[in-house]
């Protein structure tokens, strides 16, 4: 009965800090709320709680993107060509045309592929159309 008790007075003290914390309660306390939060360049500022929910969302999103990734280099090197330097390309007018049909996120997808070292063009962003010419290099 003890042990439920300490679970219970925990969980209220919890609650109450929440309250403290949560902007939308009566209970809002804004200097506590400002004294208590994370500032940038500490551990675990700009990332959600560890073991919450949104940190298991985070997680499921960020395999999804991987998959992705991955998924974009192999219709890359699916579908490339190799230049004289040995490496596997395939130009964004094509790309784009192919992979439409799986994903309309073809340039972020890349975008994010190049972010991690695993593609190279040129260009900050490519434009469909305009850029159909540029060649996208596999690098993994």
């Known amino acids: 009965m ?7 007075k925990k969980f209220s003290e919890e609650h109450v800090e929440g309250q403290k ?3 939308f ?8 709320a ?7 360049g500490q551990l675990g500022y700009g990332h959600p709680k560890e073991g919450s929910k949104t940190a ?11 998959q992705e990734m991955n998924e974009m280099c192999y219709i890359i090197r ?3 060509q ?10 964004f007018g094509r790309l784009f045309d192919h992979y439409v049909k799986i994903s309309d996120k073809v340039l972020g997808i890349l975008l994010r592929c190049r972010k991690h070292k695993m593609v190279d063009f040129e260009g900050q962003i490519l434009w469909q159309g305009q850029d159909d010419d540029v060649k996208i290099r596999l690098l993994v």
């Open 2 to 8: 003890g042990d439920l008790l300490n679970k219970w």
């Open 78 to 80: 699916d579908m490339g």
């Open 25 to 32: 309660s009566e209970d809002f306390d804004y200097d506590h």
């Open 82 to 91: 190799m230049d004289k330097e040995g490496h596997i390309y395939v130009t």
């Open 21 to 23: 914390l949560n902007p």
């Open 34 to 40: 400002m004294a208590v939060r994370l500032h940038k």
């Open 56 to 66: 298991q969302r985070a997680e499921r999103a960020k395999k999804h993107i991987h």
